[in-house]
Nanobody, 118 residues
Framework: QVQLVESGGGLVQPEESLRLSCATS????????MGWHRQAPGKQREFVAS???????KYADSVKGRFTISRDNAKNALYLQMNSLKPEDTAVYLCRATGEFSPYVTYWGQGTQVTVSS
């Protein structure tokens, strides 16, 4: 069974930076795309960024130019460098891993809280 554990969240002021990490344990059955989603209080979960096994990157428009996603395939670890943080980035950030072949199994972490406030 695959498990994902996020870390690195915290309370920061606007324009500051944070780096989130997602550590994985267990064995994936196939190549997988990893990504970050976030959920603010009272809002739906939204996509933030993803990176495929081949390195294809995708970002939500709201974070382009400020956030950078990366992965270490040897460690099965995922990272999110967040710069120029804004109060609207406040949310629980969740790590996701999805197989790139059928049956496209998806795993989620429990999330790490990021709060941006002055």
């Amino acid at each position: 069974q695959v498990q994902l554990v996020e870390s690195g969240g915290g309370l920061v002021q606007p324009e500051e930076s944070l780096r989130l990490s997602c550590a994985t344990s267990g064995s994936f059955r196939s190549r997988h795309t990893m990504g970050w989603h976030r959920q603010a209080p009272g809002k739906q979960r939204e996509f933030v960024a993803s990176i495929s096994s081949g390195g294809t990157l995708k970002y939500a428009d709201s974070v382009k130019g400020r956030f950078t996603i990366s992965r270490d395939n040897a460690k099965n670890a995922l990272y999110l460098q967040m710069n120029s943080l804004k109060p609207e980035d406040t949310a629980v950030y969740l790590c996701r891993a999805t197989g790139e072949f059928s049956p496209y199994v998806t795993y989620w972490g429990q999330g790490t809280q990021v709060t941006v406030s002055s």
